[in-house]
Structure formats: structure tokens, C-alpha cells
């Protein structure tokens, strides 16, 4: 009988430590990357069509995830819809004009700026 209750304390202690290991708060951290719900906010901007557009005429120089090449990445950047506009009608540096119909480019900046 006393054995039988040893092994039981043993287990118990076991599981105690196991249950340590639970209080790691990666899952957490991950969560909060996971969380913005840029995806859902769709409402603006038709994002097949600012993918075609995007693979038409800018995936060459910042490559096919936005993450950049020719040209700087554009994922996670800081300008707001109006200046990423602003520069696929007039350029920027030694980037030259992109010849978008007004539509498209209003739609495809408004796709990169919430990316
Ligand atoms: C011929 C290559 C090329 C093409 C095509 C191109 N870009 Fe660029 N892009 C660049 C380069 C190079 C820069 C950096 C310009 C600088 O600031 O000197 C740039 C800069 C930008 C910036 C500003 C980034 C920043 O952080 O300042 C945006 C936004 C941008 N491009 C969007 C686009 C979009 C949208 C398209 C397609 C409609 C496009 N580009 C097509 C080469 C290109």
C-alpha cells in the first residue's frame, strides 16, 4: 500500500514540473504578430486585381512577395496609400513613372499600404 501511494506522490511532483514548462510566453508573443487583421480589411481595395497590376508592373524590381530587389521592399513600409500612389504616377529616385491607369494605382496602393 505504501508503495502504491509513493508512486502516486511521484507522479504528482512529475507533473508539477511539466506543468512549469507551460508558463513559456512565446505563444503569446506569436499571437500578437499573428494578430493584425489587415486581411479582413479588404473593404477598400480589390486585392486580385492590385495583385495582377502589381505583378505586371512592379514584381520585376521589388519582387514577388514585396519584399524588395531592384527596388526597396515594400511589405510593412510606412507610407500611407496616398504617397505610394503618388509615387507609381510621378516615380521616386530611380524609379521611373509606372504607366497604371488611375483606378488600378489607386487600387494597388492602397493593397501595398495594408500589406
Ligand atoms: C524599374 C524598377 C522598378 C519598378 C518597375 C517599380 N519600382 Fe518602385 N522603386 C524602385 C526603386 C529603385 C525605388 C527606390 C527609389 C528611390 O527612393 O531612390 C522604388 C521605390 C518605390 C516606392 C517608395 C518606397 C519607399 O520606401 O520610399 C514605392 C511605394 C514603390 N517603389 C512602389 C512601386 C509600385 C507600386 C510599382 C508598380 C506599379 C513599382 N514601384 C515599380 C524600382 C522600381
Known amino acids: ?36 487583421a489587415t486581411e479582413e480589411a479588404t473593404g477598400d481595395f480589390d486585392a486580385t486585381a492590385a495583385r495582377e ?8 524590381c521589388h519582387g ?13 513600409g510606412e507610407l500611407t496609400a496616398e504617397e505610394i500612389f503618388e509615387v507609381i504616377q510621378n516615380g521616386q529616385g530611380t524609379m521611373p513613372p509606372q504607366n497604371l491607369p488611375s483606378e488600378d494605382a489607386e487600387n494597388l496602393a492602397q493593397w501595398i499600404a495594408a500589406q
Open 53 to 60: 497590376s502589381y505583378e505586371a508592373s512592379c514584381i520585376h
Open 64 to 76: 514577388n512577395n514585396l519584399q524588395g530587389g531592384g527596388g526597396p521592399g515594400l511589405a510593412g
Open 1 to 36: 500500500m505504501k508503495k502504491i501511494l509513493l508512486a502516486l506522490g511521484t507522479v504528482v511532483l512529475l507533473t508539477a514540473c511539466g506543468g512549469g514548462d507551460d508558463a513559456v510566453p512565446a505563444p503569446e508573443e506569436e499571437a500578437v504578430v499573428d494578430e493584425p
